[in-house]
C-alpha cells in the first residue's frame, strides 16, 4: 500500500515537471537593428571604388558586426571578402550610416549583426 502510495505521488511530481516543460515559451519578437532612414542611406553612403569602376571590377561583400543599445557598431568583421578595395568601401558605409539597435520585447538589445553587399557595374 505504502509503495503504490509512492509511486502515484512519483507520477504525479512526474507529471507535474512534464506540464511545467510543455508550456509554451514567451514570444521573444525582435526586430533587427536598422540604418537610420532606411536601407537607402547605407546605399547612400556606399562609394564604388573609383579603381574598380575603372577597371570594372565587381565584388561582394559580407559585413559582421555588433550594433549596441545606442545604435553604436564595433567589432566589424569581413565574413566574405570581395577585394580591399570593396571591403574598405563597405566598411566605411557601414561606420558612416547611423544605426538603430536591435528591438527585443519593447527594448533596445546588443546583437551581432551581418549584412551583404553587392558591388556591380550597372
Same mark, same amino acid.
Given at each position: 500500500?505504502?509503495?503504490? /502510495?509512492?509511486?502515484?505521488?512519483?507520477?504525479?511530481?512526474?507529471? *507535474?515537471?512534464?506540464?511545467?516543460?510543455? &508550456?509554451?515559451?514567451?514570444? /521573444?519578437? $525582435? $526586430?533587427?537593428?536598422?540604418?537610420?532612414?532606411?536601407?537607402?542611406?547605407?546605399?547612400?553612403?556606399?562609394?564604388?571604388?573609383?579603381?574598380?569602376? &575603372?577597371?570594372?571590377?565587381?565584388?561582394?561583400?559580407?559585413? /559582421?558586426? &555588433?550594433?549596441?543599445?545606442?545604435?553604436?557598431?564595433?567589432?566589424?568583421?569581413?565574413?566574405?571578402s570581395g577585394g580591399s578595395m570593396f571591403?574598405?568601401?563597405?566598411?566605411?558605409?557601414?561606420?558612416?550610416?547611423?544605426?538603430?539597435?536591435?528591438?527585443?520585447?519593447?527594448?533596445?538589445?546588443?546583437? *551581432?549583426y551581418e549584412i551583404p553587399f553587392e558591388?556591380?557595374?550597372?
Amino acid at each position: 500500500m505504502k509503495r503504490t /502510495k509512492l509511486t502515484i505521488i512519483g507520477l504525479a511530481l512526474l507529471l *507535474s515537471m512534464t506540464q511545467l516543460i510543455a &508550456e509554451p515559451t514567451v514570444s /521573444k519578437e $525582435c $526586430c533587427k537593428p536598422q540604418p537610420v532612414g532606411g536601407i537607402e542611406t547605407l546605399e547612400k553612403n556606399t562609394a564604388y571604388p573609383a579603381l574598380a569602376s &575603372e577597371y570594372r571590377f565587381e565584388g561582394d561583400v559580407t559585413l /559582421k558586426f &555588433e550594433v549596441d543599445v545606442l545604435g553604436n557598431v564595433s567589432g566589424i568583421q569581413v565574413t566574405q571578402s570581395g577585394g580591399s578595395m570593396f571591403d574598405e568601401s563597405a566598411i566605411s558605409a557601414v561606420l558612416s550610416t547611423q544605426w538603430s539597435p536591435a528591438i527585443q520585447n519593447g527594448s533596445p538589445v546588443s546583437v *551581432s549583426y551581418e549584412i551583404p553587399f553587392e558591388y556591380r557595374i550597372q
